[in-house]
């Protein structure tokens, strides 16, 4: 099962989300793979992985340098691999317009895995370019993150009609497995309408679980950890560890 975490609009959180999820899906002891599809390299350093020491990354098999397995890294979690970024990645959207099926390039390096994974995340950057179309052709599914602030719906439309079109081209099988609303702040009024907005249009598709605003989600990836290693017992790790049963129940597989 292919997943990605995808929304063009910026700091919604997509790599809280990439970093935490495949950390407790991991636990529950599924072989889980988190892939960094993002120059910024937030889901790398969020597992300790620092710009300057990348060696390879998931740039060199866009761009056919190197073979997917030889750029999956261990993670200090058993059961969860990681496939790091790096800043050169922001070129590979340029280098694959050269290349025929430029659209396939993850799609096809990720069927090399073959069965080895149960669950691959991919943490996709904060546009609608080739690398999140690279990403979402690739998919089963798509996870959609959208912050509890008052955009919050800004550009949803957008990027359902882009999902729609790569279900049409690309990707038929492809499936939003469900919107995410983060950053869910209870002492706000505006949390509590924008979660009732969100499931009044989406109802079904919402997941039940809400992440809520937590000081330990943002600062764990100071420290290279995803928050259920960095403080197991906050809400932020809680509420992830939720999101993680809910997505195996979904699947039947709880
Ligand atoms: P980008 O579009 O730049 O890739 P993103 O969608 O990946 O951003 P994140 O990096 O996950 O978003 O989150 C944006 C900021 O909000 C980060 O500083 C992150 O630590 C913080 N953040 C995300 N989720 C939460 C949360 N539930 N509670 C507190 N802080 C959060
Ligand atoms: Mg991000």
Request: with cysteine; proline share 5%.
């Amino acid at each position: 099962m292919v997943i990605s975490i995808a929304n063009q609009k910026g700091g919604v959180g997509k790599t809280t989300t990439a970093v935490n999820l495949s950390a407790s899906i991991a636990v529950s002891e599924r072989k889980t793979l988190v892939i960094d599809m993002d120059s910024q390299c937030n889901t790398s350093s969020g597992y300790g992985i620092s710009h300057s020491n990348t060696g390879s990354n998931i740039y060199h098999v866009l761009i056919g340098e190197k073979s997917i397995q030889e750029v999956v890294r261990p993670t200090a979690i058993p059961y969860l691999d990681i496939i790091p970024s790096h800043p050169d990645l922001i070129g590979a959207e340029i280098e694959l317009l050269d290349t025929p099926d430029r659209e396939f390039a993850l799609k096809r390096a990720v069927e090399q895995l073959g069965d080895t994974y149960q669950y691959i995340f991919i943490d996709c950057p904060p546009s609608l370019g080739l690398l999140t179309i690279n990403s979402l052709a690739a998919s089963d599914q798509v996870i959609i993150p959208l912050q509890c602030e008052y955009f919050a719906l800004e550009g949803l439309a957008m990027l359902l009609r882009t999902i729609s079109i790569i279900q049409k081209k690309l990707n038929p099988g492809l499936e939003v497995l469900g919107i995410l609303l983060t950053m869910f702040d209870r002492r706000n009024n505006l949390s509590f309408r924008v979660w009732e907005e969100v499931t009044k249009c989406f109802n079904d598709t919402v997941f039940q679980t809400v992440i809520p605003r937590n000081v330990k989600l943002s600062e764990s990836p100071s420290h290279g950890k995803p928050a259920l290693l960095y403080d197991i017992s906050s809400r932020g790790a809680e509420s992830y560890l939720r999101l993680a049963s809910e997505i195996l129940e979904k699947r039947s597989e709880a």
